[in-house]
Each structure stands twice: as structure tokens, then as C-alpha cells.
């Protein structure tokens, strides 16, 4: 069955710092990628979709990564303040229509 | 401001009764989703609706019931029959096709008394 791994374990770093996130899926290829950021009790928000047929997108301090040889995405923030500290979560195109498949997300902490 | 309204935002459930959470966006969105998310896990999908009068079972959808009689709204139902219900609900809305990405109410989060 598909499978998304997010880091488990939250990611500290100093701020000013680049933060890179992983995203791994496995016994699939999806034709597409979602990054969202979740914070404390609140429903995530959408930031960055990149399809398999591109390398990298980037939005501001954003840049996300599809290696469809490694099935793996990564997520990175560039001079990253206090203000990113959040939940990331990874979610690859599902198996059928209207679906996405969800990473269980990685916890950024951005230490001042 | 357009977006996506959950309401209540905190919920007890007794015994044996039914609970409904709501939901009602202004995006003009045809897709809506019910999402579950416990602790450690991602976001699993209970029902979700293409368009008005029609709605797919996701993958947990036991236990669960929803309709779809107007685009802005999309109820679920937690039964009795749902034995483990505690759990953070978000529900969300996108337009036409899954590559759209999804814009999501600040949930419920519903507790067994």
C-alpha cells in the first residue's frame, strides 16, 4: 500500500538557519506533491504544489524538491525566523481522484 | 473574507448519542472533505463530496454520516456506532480535481464525556 514518511521527531534550528523537511513515499508514483503548514490547533494551510515533471518550486524563502528516483521530496526554509515554527505536512497525489494521501507531519521549532 | 467555517469548535459526546459538526464555506468550492487527525498520524479521509447531492465514503467512513443538499454545506455526523470518536475534525473544500489544493476550517474537536 502507499506509504508517506515524515521525520517523527521535531527539527530544531537557530534562526537565520535553513530548515530542510523530508518527505518519503513508497510503492507509488504520484503525478504530484502538496507542502502545508499546520500550527497549534488550527487546520493547515496550503503553501507550495510541485509536479513530477518539475525539479524544484520556490516561493519567497520556499523551496521544495520532487526526486521521482529517490521518491522523495524535500522542503526547505531559508533564513528561517521564530514565526515558522509550525507543522509540516507532506501530501502526495492519492490513488484515485479527489484524494491526497498525508504525511502524519514534522514539527519545525525555530530557536531565537 | 472567503473561507471555511467549522463549527462548534469544542464537542462532548455521551454515550450512545449522535453528534453533527458543521461546515460551510463561501468559496464557491464543488469539493468538500472530512478529515479525522489523531495524534502521530496523518489526516485520514471519512467522506468526501464532488458536487451537491453526491458523496463518496473515504477511507474510514464507518460510523460516520454526511449529506450534501447546498454547495456551501457539508455536515458529518459522528453515530453511536463510531466507538473511538475522540479525535480533531477538519473539514475542508477545493475546487473540481485533487491536484487543487485544499483550504481547510480550523476544526472540532470532539471528546467523549
Known amino acids: 500500500s502507499q506509504k508517506i514518511e515524515q521525520n517523527s521527531e521535531a527539527l530544531n534550528i537557530q534562526e537565520g538557519k535553513t530548515a530542510t523537511l523530508t518527505c518519503n513515499y513508497t510503492n507509488y508514483s504520484p503525478a504530484y506533491l502538496q507542502w502545508y503548514r499546520q500550527d497549534p490547533g488550527r487546520g493547515p494551510v496550503f503553501l507550495l504544489l510541485?509536479?513530477?515533471n518539475e525539479k524544484e518550486k520556490r516561493k519567497e524563502r520556499l523551496k521544495v524538491t520532487f526526486d521521482t528516483t529517490l521518491k522523495q521530496s524535500l522542503f526547505h526554509i531559508t533564513a528561517s525566523q521564530p514565526a515558522d515554527s509550525a507543522t509540516y505536512l507532506c501530501a502526495p497525489e492519492g490513488r484515485s481522484n479527489y484524494q491526497l494521501i498525508w504525511g502524519a507531519g514534522t514539527k519545525l521549532i525555530i530557536k531565537p | 473574507d472567503g473561507g471555511i467555517t467549522q463549527s462548534p469548535k469544542y464537542l462532548f459526546r455521551k454515550e450512545g448519542q449522535n453528534v453533527t459538526l458543521s461546515c460551510e464555506q463561501n468559496l464557491n468550492h464543488d469539493a468538500m472533505y472530512w478529515y479525522r487527525q489523531d495524534p502521530g498520524q496523518g489526516l485520514r479521509l471519512i467522506y468526501y463530496?464532488?458536487?451537491?447531492?453526491?458523496?463518496q465514503k473515504g477511507d474510514i467512513a464507518e460510523g460516520y454520516s454526511v449529506s450534501r443538499e447546498k454547495k456551501e454545506s457539508f455536515p458529518l455526523t459522528v453515530t453511536s456506532a463510531q466507538k473511538n470518536p475522540t479525535a480533531f475534525y477538519l473539514c475542508?473544500?477545493?475546487?473540481?480535481?485533487?491536484?487543487?489544493?485544499?483550504?481547510f476550517g480550523d476544526g472540532t474537536r470532539l471528546s467523549i464525556l
Open positions: 510541485i509536479r513530477e
Open positions: 463530496s464532488q458536487i451537491v447531492n453526491d458523496f
Open positions: 475542508a473544500s477545493s475546487s473540481q480535481g485533487s491536484i487543487q489544493p485544499q483550504h
